[in-house]
T-cell receptor
Framework: QKEVEQDPGPLSVPEGAIVSLNCTYSNSAFQYFMWYRQYSRKGPELLMYTYSSGNKEDGRFTAQVDKSSKYISLFIRDSQPSDSATYLCAMSALDTGNQFYFGTGTSLTVIP | DAGVIQSPRHEVTEMGQEVTLRCKPISGHNSLFWYRQTMMRGLELLIYFNNNVPIDDSGMPEDRFSAKMPNASFSTLKIQPSEPRDSAVYFC???????????FGPGTRLTVT
């Protein structure tokens, strides 16, 4: 079983739709959760990060962590064509020497 | 801040040739990571360093791959000899500490013919 599972998509939505992207994980020690956005032919860029459980909002983006279910989500409100990219989740246990674990990424296209 | 710098951005080489990829991490970051990304396998961690010391190289696919970090501002990933299946985008990332958020460079797109 992989440490982090992510549906690869592709996901296609009309402009203005609410998008939900999700990852599940198996390691209950994970405490630090991140979402990266990767445009075509570019490096991943950090979009949001959260510690432990709960929600974090930043503009049109909301990151949600449910540690009891080992499930994290990224919601995009009022999606725009510029949101078209691949979204990768990542997580770590925040213990010294622990590495990050990345999902495989979900490809999103927002249609004008 | 200039961000993570990688060179070259594109590399096309013939099978059997040596390839050297270079990375300059963000100043002040003490952890550096090398990843490989393909459509089939996604983002794979190859090796990472903390304070210039390799911590885990279990992701390096074969002995043909080697990485060094001679100082805090420079790292190399070498493939010798290269093979067509090494064709991928290679990313370098750095972070303030080992478990903190990572910042990625623009990547090197390697094509081995």
């Amino acid at each position: 079983q992989k440490e982090v599972e992510q549906d690869p998509g592709p996901l296609s939505v009309p402009e203005g739709a609410i998008v939900s992207l999700n990852c599940t994980y198996s390691n209950s020690a994970f405490q630090y959760f991140m979402w990266y956005r990767q445009y075509s032919r570019k490096g991943p860029e950090l979009l949001m990060y959260t510690y432990s459980s709960g929600n974090k909002e930043d503009g049109r983006f909301t990151a949600q962590v449910d540690k009891s279910s080992k499930y994290i989500s990224l919601f995009i409100r009022d999606s725009q064509p510029s949101d078209s990219a691949t979204y990768l989740c990542a997580m770590s246990a925040l213990d010294t020497g622990n590495q990050f674990y990345f999902g495989t990424g979900t490809s999103l296209t927002v249609i004008p | 801040d200039a961000g993570v710098i990688q060179s070259p951005r594109h590399e096309v080489t013939e099978m059997g040739q040596e390839v050297t990829l270079r990375c300059k991490p963000i100043s002040g970051h003490n952890s550096l990571f090398w990843y490989r990304q393909t459509m089939m396998r996604g983002l794979e961690l190859l090796i990472y360093f903390n304070n210039n010391v390799p911590i885990d190289d279990s992701g390096m696919p074969e002995d043909r791959f080697s990485a060094k970090m001679p100082n805090a501002s420079f790292s190399t990933l070498k493939i010798q000899p290269s093979e067509p299946r090494d064709s991928a985008v290679y990313f370098c990332a750095s972070s303030f500490e080992l478990d903190y958020e990572q910042y990625f460079g623009p990547g090197t797109r390697l094509t081995v013919t």
